[in-house]
């Protein structure tokens, strides 16, 4: 069998004879973290399953509503069921938020008021939230032109926070302190649960009234544990990324304190409508099935970053996480330190892919960006982080960010055809 599927890789995707030797040995020193990963991925499996049994779900919440979206029944139990999974006191689950940027943005608009402060402590957030902040750009409504101010504290060298210089930042007018779980387009480590646990505890010390939301893209079902029950008061996320199983069409999500996820509703409607209006169009059962299949694919997601890490490392190149490192989210980072490899590399991920195969990408000036970003994306559902895919700035020192996979088999192909097409241009 094995036999078989060496000679259909290499008559079907002109996969070379060292490629795949390649492969075969990375596989044989991680089967030890896939066992991790699986572990996880079942408790995981389980707490999903028995917050839909606990909330009585059934195939009459699968049905959408039109219009102003009243009682719709669906939509309610779906907001519980990720309430109960993410051990929160409520949630807000909408097809109309349109990214993990806009659920990031709900949230602070919705708590932050003129003359407050935004403090962050891991450093520069992801590129796509500077302009809601008021970093760069001007004329759109950031938080800055409504009278917030910003504050950043730099992660320590060895990626944690650094809660000292976090205490010396909060003042009385910090109101809210961001927590980015993934490393964005960074050369660090994500956050482990129990580092924000850690950071959390230490900022409720000094101000217990700050409101503490974490950036959880990425980041969901990988471990064991959510940011709420490390003590954040709101967490958000895209459904097109990990909790929505590759089967969510759109949407994202918001989970945390009652009081808070309701000032972010407010902001998504309008005040006093809150979580009461909008309706699900049809988008409830594909929202109900992706998030029963999440842990599932996010387990599978993991092990193709495991297994990019163990090939690339084997050829040489930097990675992160390491191969035995715990993570905190599904990316995976190589740098390549040079953008032709890079670029390869990014256009063997696309060729691999069962959909747009035939597509080469190349770095283009991307809206939101601060440089050309070359995006290698197969996927089902335009923008899908959950499915594979890789991310490059095209800027030293070169670092592609690989994320997502819905099936480890897809995952694997990807990387070997990656591999093939750095091999064919001479570059390794």
Request: aromatic residues 8%.
């Amino acid at each position: 069998m094995i036999s078989r599927i060496a000679d259909y890789l290499a008559s079907e995707f002109n996969i070379c004879d060292k490629v795949l030797e390649i492969t075969k040995d990375a596989e044989k020193i991680i089967s030890l973290e896939f066992q991790k990963i699986d572990r996880v991925k079942e408790y995981n499996q389980l707490k999903v399953i028995r917050a839909m049994q606990v909330n009585n779900l059934s195939d009459t919440h699968f049905p959408g509503t039109t219009g102003y979206g009243y009682d719709d029944k669906g939509r309610d139990v779906l907001d519980d069921v990720y309430r109960d999974v993410f051990k929160a006191e409520d949630a807000l689950v909408r097809h109309q938020i349109v990214s993990g940027t806009h659920a990031l943005a709900l949230c602070l608009s919705g708590i932050l008021r003129p003359g407050d402060e935004l403090l962050c402590a891991t450093g520069k957030p992801y590129d796509t939230l500077e302009e809601v902040i008021g970093i760069r750009g001007e004329g759109g409504g950031s938080l800055k032109e409504f009278g917030v101010t910003y504050s950043q504290v730099e992660l320590l060298e060895n990626g944690k926070p650094d809660l000292e210089a976090i205490g010396k930042s909060i003042n009385d007018r910090t109101r809210m302190v961001l927590v980015q779980r993934s490393r964005g387009y960074a050369w660090r480590q994500s956050l482990l649960i129990e580092d924000i646990e850690r950071t959390i505890k230490f900022i409720k010390g000094i101000k217990n009234d700050i409101v503490v939301m974490v950036d959880n893209c990425y980041g969901e079902f990988v471990e064991e544990r959510e940011p709420i029950e490390a003590g954040a008061d709101l967490a958000a996320g895209s459904l097109i990324k990990n909790p929505g199983g590759g089967l969510a069409q759109t949407g994202g999500y918001i989970v945390g304190r009652k009081d808070c996820v309701s000032k972010a509703a407010y902001r998504l409607t309008t005040p006093g409508l809150g979580k009461k209006v909008g309706s699900s169009l049809g988008h409830n059962r594909l929202m109900f099935q992706g998030l029963f299949m999440a842990p599932h694919v996010v387990g599978e997601s993991l092990k193709g970053a495991v297994l990019c890490s163990a090939v690339m490392k084997s050829l040489g190149f930097e990675t992160s996480p390491g191969i035995s490192d715990v993570r905190g989210d599904i990316i995976q980072a190589v740098k390549f330190n040079n953008p032709d490899s890079l670029i390869a590399f990014c256009q063997g991920i696309q060729k691999g892919s069962p959909v747009d195969s035939y597509v080469t990408p190349e770095p283009w000036d991307m809206p939101g960006y601060d440089s050309p970003v070359i995006m290698a994306a197969g996927a089902f559902i335009q923008g899908s982080s959950i499915e594979l895919s890789a991310d490059a700035p095209i800027k030293p020192p070169y670092i592609a960010y690989m994320q997502g996979g819905l099936v480890y088999e897809h995952v694997k192909l990807g990387i070997m055809i990656a591999i093939q097409k750095m091999l064919d241009k001479k570059l390794i």
